[in-house]
């Protein structure tokens, strides 16, 4: 077993499947989506600058510390790379133990979400989709499936679906700017912008906010993970990374902004998603028939962000099987592809399952709400490594080809710690439970315990692991 995580597992130029325009689309995938604009606006125009905010101390902290961290360290593996060469292998796995598994079960209600999308677009011809649980379920496992296999193939044919769902983001944006004007024309705005206020909310209902836009605005550390799968190496990636803090803005407050044009806060609930903004404000404007295309296009986008973060998901179990803290087989690659195939496989089947028995019964739905609540403070856990390894690695020797942050170690350990209060604040709005719940107390002790148990669990795993090295050292 290697002491360092993740040696170089770098791959021929022939291999290397994604050109900028590809990481660009795949960066739009993972790190803007639709989804968490409804509940922006649901809290109205005080969240516009909420968005600005969370870019500025948590997205571009963000940014910076991973496009300086690709270029110092070479290995595979991203952050639990990067955790484990600075502070040791049993932070880097667990690390990355906590940032794959909480990422499952969100596969899996990125399937459900899209399926529904997918089966509303198709009107009557969709409804035995809806009605029947298990063609729902025999669907969904079915999409996984496929995306796994695409996978299977090599990026070169896996990036076609973060390519269109990233295409997919821009367009349902553009259009919900365009039906936001032409709704304002006709009939003003659903929100009065000039007298609202934009002062952020406090108490429960604010902490939820805050949590939610800072993480909707994160994903850009993923592309760490894709940095031996890119022709024109680091120069790429910086490249990429350079551009999203604007687009992130543009996009959320655009798109959010275009939302309260067409609804009002209270109509805009948490529940309420851009594809019912849109059918509202078509139908405004007589257009109500192109709305089964929007439904169409919200999932397309979901299904690229699906496809865009499994492909990152699968390679951490791959850089853990190059340390051999899972078996030698999670890090081979294919030689004609480079694809990790056994990483992809294994993905593929934990995924589809955790979709059967979040559709299956009473008992087993239980299991999977339990699953869900693992993943929603471990998700955050990764960062305060991530912002922790960027301070820490300021005094170290730089490679000399690593781009470094404009100002010296300063400046970056400054912006290092912005970034890792913004995500302490993130973590401690994780805990704060719904104001609707019947029971808050309960709810906190529920997450901290879920999240207990997938901590204790990866601390297994690494165990195990040095426990069959040591095994294997004093073996004849």
Known sequence: MSTAPSAPASQPDALKTLGFMD?????????LSIRWISVAAAAGPASLPIWVLAVLVFSGPLIVATAELTTRFAGEGGVYDWTGQTFGPFWGFLCGWLYWMSNLPFFSGVLVFMLNLFA???GPVGKPLLDQPWLFTGMAVALSVLVGALHYLGLGTGKWLSTIGGVSNFGLIGLLLLTAIGV?????SATD?????????FGANGAILWATVVF???GTEALAFLRNDVRGGMKTVLGVLGVMALVQIAFFVIGTGSMLVILSPQAATRLSGLPDALNLGLKTLGLGPLAPYVLMGGFLCSLGS???WFGVGARLPFAAGIDAYLPRAFG????????PTTSIVVQTVVVAVIVVISQAGDTLKGAYDFLVSMSVLSYTLPFLFLFAVFMTVQGKLTPPDAWRVPGGRGVARLIGAVGLLATIAAVACTLVPSPDAKDQFGEVLKLVFASAVLIVSGVAFYVAARWRAARARVSP
């Open 23 to 31: 990481l660009f689309f795949y960066a739009a995938s993972v790190a």
């Open 120 to 122: 509303l677009a198709l």
């Open 184 to 188: 304002g024309l006709k009939q003003g």
């Open 193 to 201: 912008f000039v007298h609202s206020s934009y002062r952020p909310p």
């Open 216 to 218: 909707g605005v994160g």
């Open 306 to 308: 699906y496809s865009a």
């Open 332 to 339: 081979r690659r294919d030689p004609k592809t480079g694809a």
